[in-house]
T-cell receptor, first 113, second 118 residues
Framework: ETGVTQSPTHLIKTRGQQVTLRCSSQ?????VSWYQQALGQGPQFIFQ???????GRGNFPPRFSGLQFPNYSSELNVNALELDDSALYLC????????????FGQGTRLTVV | AQKVTQAQTEISVVEKEDVTLDCVYE???????LFWYKQPPSGELVFLIR??????QNEISGRYSWNFQKSTSSFNFTITASQVVDSAVYFC???????????????FGKGTHLIIQP
């Protein structure tokens, strides 16, 4: 079991609504990355946060945004939800500049109806 | 653009058989990292191995072994004497050159669902 905790574990939202997903990083890790995993697919990189700033972004629209807090925990916000946003959202924490591995949380299963 | 191909969607073997999961990658970068992750039904991705592009030495860890061949852009994963607990979805992933081996910017394959039957 990793030290990365995500909440909530499951969530159902209506199309057009907004959602906030949370991630608590592994102790000592200062970097968090978020991924979207659609059913039957591999995870896709959304963005990474380091020192409270976005430090890299995948091919996702601006309605996907994030925050990283001084304690290195993080939020993923998605506005104007679409049906295709239904997926497992995974966060991973790691330590920038270190050769240590990244640890993933168990994910939040988001269903948009 | 980077790409990872795991051509085997699903593999089913009987316990104690050896099984190899294939991974072929495409990148124009000379510096990159390759990963394998295991995803059990609970959902989290469990790190198995990271290999940098300059280290082609094969690695063995217990029943697991990895064969990295830059000439064929492949990074295959073999489980020897498979066990029911090995049943999971396995993902191969490729980093971009700026990630430093971390979890940002990984390009994942679609995964191979491995079923080990008792």
């Amino acid at each position: 079991e990793t030290g990365v905790t995500q909440s909530p574990t499951h969530l159902i939202k209506t199309r057009g609504q907004q959602v906030t997903l949370r991630c608590s990083s592994q102790s000592g890790h200062n970097t968090v990355s978020w991924y979207q995993q659609a059913l039957g697919q591999g995870p896709q990189f959304i963005f990474q946060y380091y020192r409270e700033e976005e430090n890299g972004r995948g091919n996702f629209p601006p309605r996907f945004s994030g925050l990283q807090f001084p304690n290195y925990s993080s939020e993923l916000n998605v506005n104007a939800l679409e049906l295709d946003d239904s997926a497992l959202y995974l966060c991973a924490s790691s330590h920038e500049g270190s050769e240590t591995e990244a640890f993933f949380g168990q994910g939040t299963r988001l269903t948009v109806v | 653009a980077q790409k990872v191909t795991q051509a085997q969607t699903e593999i089913s073997v009987v316990e104690k058989e050896d099984v190899t999961l294939d991974c072929v990658y495409e990148t124009r970068d000379t510096t990159y990292y390759l990963f394998w992750y295991k995803q059990p039904p609970s959902g989290e991705l469990v790190f198995l191995i990271r290999r940098n592009s300059f280290d082609e030495q094969n690695e063995i860890s217990g029943r697991y072994s990895w064969n990295f061949q830059k000439s064929t852009s492949s990074f295959n994963f073999t489980i020897t004497a498979s066990q029911v607990v090995d049943s999971a979805v396995y993902f191969c992933a490729l980093s971009d050159p700026y990630s430093g081996g971390g979890a940002d910017g990984l390009t994942f394959g679609k995964g191979t669902h491995l079923i080990i039957q008792p």
